[in-house]
């Protein structure tokens, strides 16, 4: 049964820190993963979409690794601003039509 | 424009009464999906359908009964409402049951049963 752990569960840190959210998974048989983010009340926002050929995806300050062998995704954020204060929820996906969430990042930016 | 729209965004009801959730997605996509957020934000996965058929029934008790009327549709009716089923219920869609493409999910449905 697949299992998807992200550390740590909340985040504060000051506006302009380079910053690393971490996304583990008990199955590697995985078709691809995603990263999402969600504002509090809202629905979910694609981040990045990582197949389970590719390391790295990289979108303007966020870039997401995978490591499918050990199980772990990171996503890397540049220079954080308060703007990126947010959940932010991993999901893999085995390509049997659903996919398995994460526990969550929230995460604070302080200006 | 909205790629997956749901309604209504927010329901507040009795215990016991029935309601339904709508979504649609106009993302030509053949494969729909419900997740339900609990309190500690945690999604799990209820429904997933494929061209208008079942593919997933999550252990989700029978008060729930999606419905597909064609593959842009996916409606959530829920019957004797509890106290439990408050949360926020996500719709999303993909292009097809491998989500080779991700998911696309609407803007939720926070349902509060009093």
């Known amino acids: 049964k697949q299992e998807v752990t992200q550390i740590p569960a909340a985040l504060s840190v000051p506006e302009g820190e380079n910053l690393v959210l971490n996304c583990s998974f008990t199955?590697?048989?995985?078709?691809?993963l995603q990263w999402f983010r969600q504002d509090p009340g809202k629905g979910l926002t694609s981040l990045l979409l990582?197949?389970?050929?590719?390391r790295e995806q990289t979108s303007g300050r966020l870039n997401a690794s995978l490591d499918k062998s050990s199980g772990r995704s990171t996503l890397y954020i540049a220079a954080s601003q308060p703007g990126d204060s947010a959940t932010y929820l991993c999901a893999v996906n085995r390509g049997t039509y659903k996919y398995i969430f994460g526990t969550g990042t929230r995460l604070k930016v302080l200006a | 424009d909205t790629a997956v729209s749901q309604t209504p965004k927010y329901l507040v009801t009795q215990m016991g009464n029935d309601k339904s959730i709508k979504c649609e997605q106009n993302l030509g996509h053949d494969t729909m999906y419900w997740y339900k957020q609990d309190s500690k934000k945690f999604l799990k996965i209820m429904f997933s359908y494929n061209n208008k058929e079942l593919i997933i029934n999550e252990t989700v008790p029978n008060r729930f009964s999606p419905k597909s009327p064609d593959k842009a549709h996916l409606n959530l009716h829920i019957n004797s409402l509890e106290l439990g089923d408050s949360a926020v219920y996500f719709c999303?869609?993909?292009?097809?049951?491998?989500?080779?493409?991700?998911?696309?999910f609407g803007s939720g449905t926070r349902l509060t049963v009093v």
């Open positions: 999303a869609s993909s292009q097809d049951g491998s989500g080779a493409y991700g998911y696309t």
């Open positions: 199955d590697s048989a995985i078709y691809n």
């Open positions: 990582i197949q389970s050929s590719q």
